[in-house]
Nanobody, 114 residues
Framework: VQLQASGGGLVQPGGSLRLSCAAS????????MAWYRQAPGKQRELVAS???????TYVDSVKGRFTISIDNARNTLYLQMNSLKPEDTAVYYC?????????WGQGTLVTVSS
C-alpha cells in the first residue's frame, strides 16, 4: 500500500490549493479516508474525513472552506482548500483506514503567507 500526497505550496491568504493523495495497492472508495495536518510545535489534528459509506466530517476551523472528495476512477483522495488563512499553515497528511490497519502518506507542506 502506498499513498502519495502532493499539491502543497506557498499561497497568499485568501488563496486556494488542492491537495491530492494518489493510492496504489488499495481501492480508496472502500476505505475510510482522512486528511490530517501538523503545524510547527503542535500535535497532528484531523482536518477532514470521508467514510467508506460517504459520510463527511470536518474540523470546525475549516468548515465551509475545505472540501474532501474521492475520484474513484483515479483512485485519488483530494482536499480542496479555499479562503486559506495563515493558521492553515502545516504539513498535510492523508490516511487510509480499513479494519485495524492504517496507512499514511508522506505529507505535503502548505504555507499560507503574504
Amino acid at each position: 500500500v502506498q499513498l502519495q500526497a502532493s499539491g502543497g505550496g506557498l499561497v497568499q491568504p485568501g488563496g486556494s490549493l488542492r491537495l491530492s493523495c494518489a493510492a496504489s495497492g488499495i481501492r480508496l472508495g472502500t476505505k475510510n479516508m482522512a486528511w490530517y495536518r501538523q503545524a510547527p510545535g503542535k500535535q497532528r489534528e484531523l482536518v477532514a474525513s470521508i467514510a467508506a459509506g460517504g459520510h463527511l466530517t470536518y474540523v470546525d476551523s475549516v468548515k465551509g472552506r475545505f472540501t474532501i472528495s474521492i475520484d474513484n476512477a483515479r483512485n485519488t483522495l483530494y482536499l480542496q482548500m479555499n479562503s486559506l488563512k495563515p493558521e492553515d499553515t502545516a504539513v498535510y497528511y492523508c490516511k487510509a483506514v480499513w479494519g485495524t490497519v492504517s496507512s499514511w502518506g508522506q505529507g505535503t507542506l502548505v504555507t499560507v503567507s503574504s
